[in-house]
């Protein structure tokens, strides 16, 4: 059994909201099942992040509320609505 991991930013804290950045950690090294077709090179495997769980994926962690606000309301520092995703994958041995 292995873990893949995946990170989405969405662009609020809403799971339905857009997916603006992600990232796929796959302890399977590509053994597992692959991620649906992006709809370009660089776009997001999934729209939402209520799509990934529609497709089977956990999540494990949803963002903390707060975050610094800067002058005429920038927000500063990391993208903000991360979530993280998990699914295990049995392998062929």
Known sequence: MRQQLLYLWLAESPLDA???AWALYDGAQGKGPTLPAARGPDAPPYGTGLAAIEDGWCLLQAPQPGTPVGPEG?????????FIFERRVQIAP
């Open 74 to 82: 920038a927000i500063l520092g990391e993208l903000q609505f991360q």
């Open 18 to 20: 857009e997916v603006v």
